[in-house]
Every structure is written in structure tokens, then in C-alpha cells.
């Protein structure tokens, strides 16, 4: 389990990470997300003890890391984004230097890993031979020799090709069945592929923490009504439909280019307590004689979520 309490770190008078609080049990999957220079890193390197706290504190299963970091340390398996290997070495004589490292028994430890992580096909291989597929899961092997109870992951998809994802998103699945695992990633659908509750943070704070199947719904309209009208302008298409009593918001947005109307004006409608609006839509259309192309229901995605958070929030710190 990880606490974070109070958390912060200071660059001189810049605020990297500003007063975050969360924990993880054991057996979690967590996705940390953030723009580029949001804190997420920054709060990793905390975490795993590389990087010490200005303020706060992180309990790594009840273990204070800024008191004992060696016992919090070996509760934690860390793979950055470019796994540091060496790469004149055999993956298997690697990844025995790596159990010795860590104390362990390279006779039991690698084949283990070797299986768990898909590696027998290039276990006779120098790693500077290897796609960045192959080195990720030798890094996941050595980030797992010491069978850490806490798995954090730096963007562990980065650079693979769509089969890869595929195989490193189902190995992280079965590690995420017995421990708790963060990942850092820019990959928003991998998040809700993978994780079973979503962090984000923004200008150094947290500003979401929600199960990801209850995200949209908590940070955002889980459902919006896409419609293509033409024969209207978008002054009065935006304006007659904010007249209807359940629509929330309407926005004017660039929509697909219909052929046939190279005028047609689209819009996204949310509605209040996402009650069905189609129905009114339509007939307010058919009362103005506007030519309806399209009219659907869209969900909205973690990536709108994720911007209208973070935007906000870097929008708010300029004010």
C-alpha cells in the first residue's frame, strides 16, 4: 500500500509538485496522469525514493521512505521510461548480475521471470540487439527480481508497435493481480484499458482521483448529442438550441465536411442530468425547416476529460 500525504517539492521558488494526497491498496492498477511539466514525474521519483520530498510524507506499506528508505526501497519495483541496461551483455547473464544485485537466487528468479515477462526467445541475445519491445520486458524482469510488492511503471508502452502494447498491456494486467502498480503514460486509452482508477495531476496539483469507468461521469458530461444542421446560421443554431429547458451547453465545433452541404454547422449539446434531447433537437429543426444530416449520441472520452481538467486548471493558475 502507498500514503501520500501532503506532498510537495520545491526547484528554488518553482512549485513542482503543491500539497497532493492519495493512497493505493494492494492490488490496484493506478494510472498518473498529467501534461508535459504537470508534477507526475517529479511525484514518482518521490515515491520510489529518488528524489527527496520538500514536505509531506509517503508510507510505503506503513514504512516512512524518508526515515528507513532501504526498507521501503525493496518493497518497490521502478522501470523508468529508458530502462538503464547494459547493452553489450546477454540477457540472461543480465539478468543473473541483476539477482545478484538484489540477493537473490538466479537460478529460480530468472526462469520465472523469463517466462512471466515472454523473454526465452532472446534469452542467448545481447540486449543492443534487441527491438524496444524485447528491452522493455527485460526491464520489467529486473523492476520484478526482487518481487516488490509496489510496481511503478514510467510510460512501459513508449515506442512499441501495436502487438507489443498488446503483450506488455496483458503482462501488466497479470502483475496488477498481486500488487499495486502505478503508470505514468500519455497513452489515455491504455489507461482505460489497464487501470482501475485514474490520478491526474496539473500545475503541480491533484486535480482528479476517481475510478476511470466513474470518471466522465464525476469530471464531466458522460454522454453529448452531436448534430450537423444546415439552412441555419451558428449564431442561431447555438441560440435556439440553449433555449431547450434539458440542454445544459451547446458548442459550435468543426465537424466532418458533408459533400453534399459544405454549409452545414455543427454542434455538441450536453444536456442537464443527461436527459434525451434528441427528440426536441429534432423537432425544433423541423420546425425552422433545417436540413438535420446528423444527429447522434457520443461519449465523451478520458482525453475531453482529461483537457477540460487540466486546461482549467492551468487556466485558473494564471488568473
Not at 101 to 129: F, R, W
Not at 305 to 317: G, I, M, R, S, Y
Amino acid at each position: 500500500m502507498i500514503e501520500v500525504s501532503h506532498l510537495s517539492r520545491h526547484f528554488g521558488t518553482f512549485r513542482a509538485v503543491d500539497d497532493i494526497s492519495f493512497s493505493i491498496p494492494t492490488g490496484q492498477i493506478v494510472g498518473l496522469l498529467g501534461p508535459n511539466g504537470a508534477g507526475k514525474s517529479t511525484t514518482m521519483r518521490m515515491i520510489t525514493g529518488f528524489l527527496n520530498s520538500t514536505s509531506g510524507k509517503i508510507l510505503i506499506d506503513g514504512i516512512d521512505i524518508a526515515e528507513n528508505p532501504v526498507a521501503a526501497k525493496r518493497k518497490i519495483g521502478y522501470m523508468p521510461e529508458s530502462a538503464p541496461m547494459y547493452s553489450d551483455m546477454i540477457v540472461a547473464d543480465y539478468l543473473k548480475y541483476v539477482a545478484e544485485i538484489y540477493n537473490q537466487d538466479a537460478e529460480t528468479k530468472v526462469p520465472h521471470l523469463c517466462h512471466l515477462c515472454g523473454l526465452k526467445e532472446v534469452m542467448h541475445k545481447n540486449i543492443s540487439e534487441l527491438s524496444r519491445g524485447y528491452k522493455q520486458r527485460v526491464g520489467l524482469a529486473h523492476a520484478l527480481m526482487n518481487d516488490p510488492e509496489i510496481l511503478i511503471l514510467d510510460e512501459p508502452t513508449s515506442g512499441l508497435d501495436p502487438n507489443q502494447i498488446q503483450e506488455v498491456r496483458e503482462l501488466i494486467r497479470k502483475i496488477g493481480e498481486t500488487r499495486t502498480v502505478i503508470i505514468s503514460t500519455h497513452i489515455l486509452g491504455e489507461v482505460e484499458m489497464i487501470c482501475s482508477r485514474v490520478i491526474i495531476i496539473a500545475k503541480g496539483k491533484l486535480v482528479a482521483d476517481s475510478p476511470t469507468a466513474e470518471l466522465r461521469e464525476r469530471f464531466g458530461h458522460s454522454e453529448t448529442v452531436f448534430l450537423q444542421a444546415d439552412g441555419v446560421s451558428k449564431e442561431e443554431l447555438k441560440s435556439e438550441l440553449e433555449k431547450i429547458g434539458t440542454v445544459d451547453s451547446c458548442t459550435i465545433t468543426d465537424g466532418e465536411k458533408i459533400n453534399a452541404a459544405p454549409n452545414a454547422i455543427s454542434a455538441v449539446v450536453s444536456a442537464k442530468n443527461n436527459a434525451e434531447i434528441r427528440g426536441e433537437i429534432f423537432k425544433l429543426c423541423a420546425k425552422n425547416n433545417w436540413v438535420l444530416y446528423t444527429l447522434e449520441v457520443r461519449k465523451n472520452s478520458l482525453e475531453d476529460v482529461f483537457h477540460a481538467l487540466t486546461t482549467d486548471k492551468q487556466e485558473n493558475k494564471n488568473d
